[in-house]
Each structure stands twice: as structure tokens, then as C-alpha cells.
């Protein structure tokens, strides 16, 4: 969307394949065979923690997912997922991440496109070449069961199955179990969704409701997401809801709450426009069309900030998780990585948010307390304690989302307030969302941008908070 390829080019250039003619055979027709062409997009964008997730050579602009749940046989689903993309390079072939279940057919331009499954990759080659700078439409026909990924240290993640429907919750590389996509934050793209549900279920998912459709003993719901989004960000819940619809000002607020949790329903709707409101006055304007929630009832025991309408799988949350998850939609989601191992930026900064919240008395009594407090309180443990380690600017993959990276990550930008002040540090951040409005970023450019603002040196400020080992002693 962002014209990422771009900036991914170099990263990709090792990855992109160079094929050869076969055999030299000069019969062959130019067209018939796409390997006479050349180049073939990417595996992997290069990205330091998942090397092999997302795919150069094209840009994703627009995903119409148009998805049945027949209730049947435990989870059974047909999905059309139409990708709309524009060609970075001319290719003879291209591929997706998916991981999802059988492909029934795949078509490039209208026309049937042959296709190949590798592990994550599914390649597809297009009756005819694509010219570079080309938009073209592939539909990808899928039947059977999506699942989760398999279990690894990131737990449990992408499409769920739950008591009476399913949810999909796929940070960071979960989305291929459900859609065939460019898998990651750097190629961010609008989504519609069509999902279709026996009469009696509903569907819900990212953005703006639509029309609902009711034929024969089905409903359709359909949902569009209209700002750019990263693909760990699309849902879908399907299942029994209740429904609670508001506004927070301008912004239309509609949260989903499944019958296990049903009496919490209007106090999750309440708190989240009542967090919408503190968090615009905070961060600036809310980035997106509508704002919401969904608690589902599959027992994770974690959130993930699914755009203007973040999950909460298994519990209600408290104010903080619900000011925590908002606050992303500012820092992760309207601004977005553009690579993993940059993760602080947006797990600091929802944290950071939920200080705040504190700070400012939104949350009266016993919970009263300054960011200053809750730094103070963090900055007496012990240096080998998991809130110093390891440093969140380059946590790893597997502790990408440990303690540090979402506490030390917050005090990093405690430390950033202190050293320039409240005027510039909220400066700074309402300029954060600003600037990099729709698109992504890097941990170097919120320094220069800090710097900028500040008018002050910060080298070693990020330097001791981000990547030295152990506790920070002088920045
Ligand atoms: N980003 C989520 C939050 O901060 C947490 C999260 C989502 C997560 N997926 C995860 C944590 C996978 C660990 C593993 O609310
Ligand atoms: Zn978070």
C-alpha cells in the first residue's frame, strides 16, 4: 500500500530469484512458458525475526475476503480471498504466505493461474507476465478447516476455533492460517470482508459494518476496514454476541461481547469510549473510521489490538488492558513497524499509555500514581530481573514479547519525558502518529524525530534504554 517495495528492495535482492531459460529451447513461445521471463518475486522480505514472512516483488493495496462458516463439521469454511496488488518488478511468478486448507482454485487477471504449496509459500504463476508497475487481481479458493499455528514460545495464535464459532487473532505471523497474504507490517493494505454465518451466529470483524444480508437459513455481515492495515491485524469473530453500539464523539463504538461475559458487556463499551476521549486529548486525533471491542471466550488469556476493534480473548479487561490495547491504535497500528525486531515501539508505547491513564486520575483511588512512581518502582530491580532484559531494541524473536520490551520499553520513553520535558515529549508523540500516519517506521526515525523536536542529543538517552545489556545506569 505504502509502496514498501521500495525500501524493501535492497533487503530482497538477495532473495529474488534469477531463473534461466530451460534448456534454450528457441521453439518455445514467449508467454507460454513463464519461466523464459525471468523473475520471480521474493520469498521473504528480509525481515531480521521472520525472514521468510511477507514476499517481494509486488505491494498489496486492497484483501476481499469473502468467507462462508457453515457450522457444519466442526469449523468447516469456503473462503474466496481476492488480493489486489501492484507488480514491484515484472514477474513470470509471485507468491503468498498461506497455511490455511485445501486450494480449490487460484486465478490471476480472471484467468486459472497454476500454483505450487511449500511449506508457508504458495507460488503462483500466472498465465502471463506481469509488467512492472501492473496492478492485477489474484482470487485464491480455499475449503476445510483453518487452525492455529503450531505451538511455539509465542503461544497460541491465528485462526481459533472457539465454543461456537472461531477468532482470529495472529500477531505476529499468524495470518496465513487464514488468508493468502503478503505477511507483513511493512505491506499494509485496505480489507473488506463478506462473512457468511448460519442464521442464529454472527460475524464481526475490522472497521466499518456494512449491509446484512438474510437468505435462506443464513446471514451474511458484511465489514470493511478502510485505512491501511497489516495483516497480523485482521479478524473476524464468529460466534453468539451481544452487541453494544455507541459513539465517542464522532467515532462510532461497537463491541462484541459473548454471552460467557455478557453482564461485563456495557462496562468494556463504556471504558473503551471513555478511553477514546482521553486517548485523543493525549495522542492526538483517533486515526480511524470506527473504535470497539470484541470478548471472545477461547481461554488465551491475551489481547491483540485487531484494527478499531480489538479481542480480548478469554477475560474482561480491566481499564489499563483496554487503555493499553486503544493506545495501539495510535502506536502499532495506524503507525506501524516496519520491521519485528522494532516491537517497543509499539508495546512501550501501549504500555507508556497505560501509565498515563494513571497518571492523569482516570483511575481513581488506590490506583492513583505518576509515571514517575511507576518508573521508580520498576528501576529498584535487580539488573538480571526480565524487566531489564533482554534490551527491547533488539529483544529477539522469541523474547519479542517478554516483560521488557513492553516495561523497559516504557520507561525508555519515561526517560525520553524526563530529559526533554512534558511540552516536547507529547509533542513528540502526538507528531509520532502524525507523520507516520497509514504507514510504518523505524526505532532510528522516532530518534530523529525526537531529536528534532527536542532540540537536544539523544543518541545516548536511546542507546543506554534500548540496547545496552542490564539495567541502564547513565543516559
Ligand atoms: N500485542 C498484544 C498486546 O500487547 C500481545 C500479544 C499478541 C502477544 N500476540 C501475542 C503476546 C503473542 C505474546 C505472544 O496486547
Ligand atoms: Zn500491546
Redesign the pocket.
Known sequence: MNGVWVRATAATTAAVLLVTTGGGDASAVPGEDPADYGVIGGFGLGDPYFPHAGNGGYDVQHYDVDLTYSGRKGGEVDAAVTVNARAAQSLSAFSLDFRGPAISSVTVEGRPARHERDGQELMIIPPRMIPAGQTFTAVVRYAGRPGPMPDGP??T?GWIPTRDGAVV?S??DGAPTWLPVNDHPSDKATYSFRITVPKGLRAVANGRPGRVVRRGGRTTYEWAEDSPMASYLATVAIGRFRMRRGRAGRIPVITAVDPKFRGSAERVHRTTIKAVRWAEKMFGRYPFATAGAVVDDPQLD????TQER?VYAGFVPSEE?IV??LA?QWF?NSVSVRNWRDIWL??GF?TYAEWLWRERGERGGRHRGTAEQVFRRYYRMPGDSSVFRPPPGVPGRKD??GFSV?TRGAMCLHALRRRVGDRAFFAILREWARTHRDGSATTPEFVRLSERISGRDLDGLFRAWLYGKGKPRRW
Open positions: 509465542l503461544g495464535y487473532l500477531q505476529p491475551y489481547a491483540l489490538e480489538p488492558f493499553h490495547e495501539h502499532g509499539n508495546e501501549a519479542m514479547f513492553y
